[in-house]
């Protein structure tokens, strides 16, 4: 008959496993996320951009509303906010690249 020690430990690692199982999912979806991202960004026009970033300011608006109602963490609100202003500046550069690039 396992100690309790023997249990606790046996469901620490259970817990560890299934965590690191959906860490690993969630990574794995970062990075395809991004590498689309990578891939498209170039492709659009900057009246295409100019569109995108609109309806993502929107959408992404309601969700940080959501994370404030749900009081998520701080942590996930801080990372939130960092993410988005990553990509909206990487779009708004990549917007003015393409266009100083065009004739």
């Known amino acids: 008959m396992p100690t309790n020690d ?3 430990l046996q469901s620490m690692t259970t ?3 299934s965590h690191s199982k959906a860490v690993s999912r969630f990574g794995a979806s970062v990075v395809v996320m991004s590498k689309f ?6 492709l659009l ?14 959408r ?4 940080m509303q959501y994370a ?3 009081t998520m963490p701080r942590e996930f609100r801080e990372t939130m906010l960092e993410q988005i202003d990553l990509l909206v500046h990487n779009m ?3 917007h ?3 266009d100083s690039a065009r004739p």
């Open 92 to 94: 708004q550069v990549g």
């Open 96 to 98: 003015g690249a393409r």
């Open 60 to 63: 992404v608006g309601a969700s």
């Open 6 to 8: 023997e249990l606790l």
């Open 68 to 70: 404030e109602d749900a």
């Open 45 to 58: 026009t900057a009246a295409q951009i100019e569109s995108l970033l609109a309806s993502f300011r929107a």
């Open 15 to 17: 817990l560890v496993n």
């Open 37 to 42: 991202i990578e891939a498209v960004l170039p």
